[in-house]
């Protein structure tokens, strides 16, 4: 830790941890600024311009933006961490078998992540979540029957690699057993290289969950969620574009803040890869 | 050479069957009797009698390889079977829009290549300088931007404001700028940084520092030296990417309602038209299969080495989690 502190990228992923955290926080205690109820229909508010009443404007069935904004921030955020959890276990887990045991093993798991990936993913994602019914779960599953092949590509490569070293033939011939051997050797290894992933997985697992919900397939109505308020401001884009905008500058925001997250953790890990592809 | 190519074309026979396979699975594990859905297009519920006829028609009736095993006969015929939805065969539907969704994607991705390789020229000269940071500061913007915002975003600008471009594509011959130029803004972002770290690596190249030192002009350098070797690496990636996003448009189509294969199938998973839906799948996985198989080939017969490791992953850079 002594030697971390002076490491200006560590504190930088510090930072935006912090920042992450704090979003979280947000998104948790967000419904309680709503200034009107989200679920409130008002007629002879239809598609109001933002004014000091709802800073925001209204929605086509005139309701709050700002306060449907604020209570569907946790659903829009949060949809991405179980997918991200899920896939990382799931993948990592494949990934490090197949490159452990190698061989036919190997060949077969590696065949089978080709072809997963082969299909297109996001038609595939929705038509999963389609067959499985509209729902958040439901989502959560189909966007994580395709995510796992990147972690269980990155974790074999990673065990390639590790596999050659020596401590790993070390405990190898001083007859470990394999289990031992991923858990205490593999594992450990390659673990920083998946986090690495996982924290740009977040960002885009946000986005995907948010084309889904603009498809109907995430969120049900009356439930707010961003994804959901852009397909409600879809078709009064021409004449009341601030249904759509506040919404999507609210997924960029956020999309963005796990971009810098993201960045930031694959600064400390990958250091010197850094200055060809950081912010 | 042969070998390589025998090897690798014999590995696709079973990663189609696996595709096929999961792609008829699709139906039926879906809820719901596809007889049902079938004949309730209309809206109201079919009477029994029907049911039971539609599902002798379509073979429901039998074990679900049987089933599979027809559908692999069609198949290996070209015939996807016939849509729930326009009672079209499958085949044809797909054939007549793959076209425009081809199209889509390739004007996208030349509009890709056109902003994001002056830009990266552009921040890889001025490494670390101002244009740098703005340019690099709004392609990270740019890469948070989900798609269907972006098109939203064009369509209120573009067509609404400046009425520059029609804001519902179908019906019109301009129709194709608005998604395409969507496309352009959505995977410029990346394309920028890609060209940007391509050019820098380039640059710091030992040919390079020959050329500065027999005083060949920088601007000779750049276009004449850099640039043209980091072009082959850039128009792969944009090859490679080609065979992605025929499948990954499908939203975009559906705000600027292009009539392309993406929104067909988003609205056949809508009205729970399987065969439609399976027959989309299906073609674009062995499109995105055989895109693949071809790029290989083609770095295999350009670098020897390639040939004795099975998979190139890093010609490929492996799969990144696509963005909708």
Redesign the interface.
Known sequence: MEKHKRNPAVTRALIWTAVVLLLFVFAVLAPRFAPHDPYAVNLRQVTQPPSREYPFGTDYIGRCILSRLLCGAARSIFAAIPVVLITMVVGTAIGIISGYFGGTVDLLIMRFVDTVQAFPSLVFTIAVAAMLGAGMTNCIIAMSVIGWTTYARLARSQVLSLKEKTFVSAAKVSGMSDRWILFHTLLPNSISSVIVEASMHVGNAILSFAGLSFLGLGTMPPFPEWGNMLNDGKDTLQTAPWTVIFPGVAILLVVMIMGMFGDSINAVFNPRKRSDKNQ | MGRYIVKRVL?LI??ML??SF?SFS?MH???GDPAVIYLSQGGQSPDPEAVAQVREQLGLNRPFFVQFGAWLANLFRGDLGTSFFTKKPVMQEIATLFPKTLALTFLGMALTLVISIPLGILCATHENKLADYVI??FS??N???????AA??L??FLG?KLRWLP?VSSGHASGIWMPALTLALTLSAGYT?QIR?AI??ELGEDYIRMKRARGIRERVILYKGALKSAMPAILTLAGINVG?L???T??IE??CTYQGI?RL??NS??N?DYPM?QG??LM???I??LV?LLVDLLHAAADPRVRNRF?I?SAKG???????
């Open positions: 590995w079973p990663i696996l595709i999961i699709l594990l879906s809820p690099r500061f990270f913007v890469s948070a931007l989900p798609g269907f915002f939203m975003l369509i209120f609404v804001t940084r770290t820098i690596g992605r025929l499948g990954g499908a939203i559906i705000v993406g199938a988003v998973i809508t729970r839906m989309y799948i674009m996985a062995l995105y299969v693949n998979v992953e492996g799969r990144r989690h696509g963005k909708a």
